[in-house]
């Protein structure tokens, strides 16, 4: 059974910083792509940073240059480095993966982790 499971949300003052992580286990043949969306009440689920295998990223504009993806050395684990944080960064983050396993490609999430900007 593939896990992502995230840690590292928390509350914290506007300017401050917050880094989550997101481990993916199980019996996995690869991972493509790991990304963190985020989501508030009554809006859609949006992309924040995605990363592939290749170690191209890609960035919301919302927080370009505040914020950075990256993946641990086993490549299994991602990190979501977030500087100068403000009050709109509040939502629910969550750990996505492309990835195969079972000789099939599927998309996982994690259960979500809250984070909280206080201006």
């Known amino acids: 059974q593939v896990q992502l499971v995230e840690s590292g949300g928390g509350l914290v003052q506007a300017g401050g910083s917050l880094r989550l992580s997101c481990a993916v286990s199980?019996?996995?043949?690869?991972?493509?792509?790991m990304g963190w969306y985020r989501q508030v009440p009554g809006k859609q689920r949006e992309l924040v940073a995605l990363?592939?295998?290749?170690?191209?990223?890609n960035y919301a504009d919302s927080v370009k240059g505040r914020f950075t993806i990256s993946r641990g050395n086993a490549k299994n684990t991602v990190y979501l480095q977030m500087n100068s944080l403000e009050p709109e960064d509040t939502a629910v983050y969550y750990c996505n993966a492309d990835l195969v396993s079972g000789f099939t490609r599927q998309v996982r999430w994690g259960q979500g982790t809250q984070v909280t900007v206080s201006s």
């Open positions: 199980g019996s996995i043949y690869t991972i493509n792509a």
């Open positions: 990363i592939t295998t290749s170690g191209t990223t």
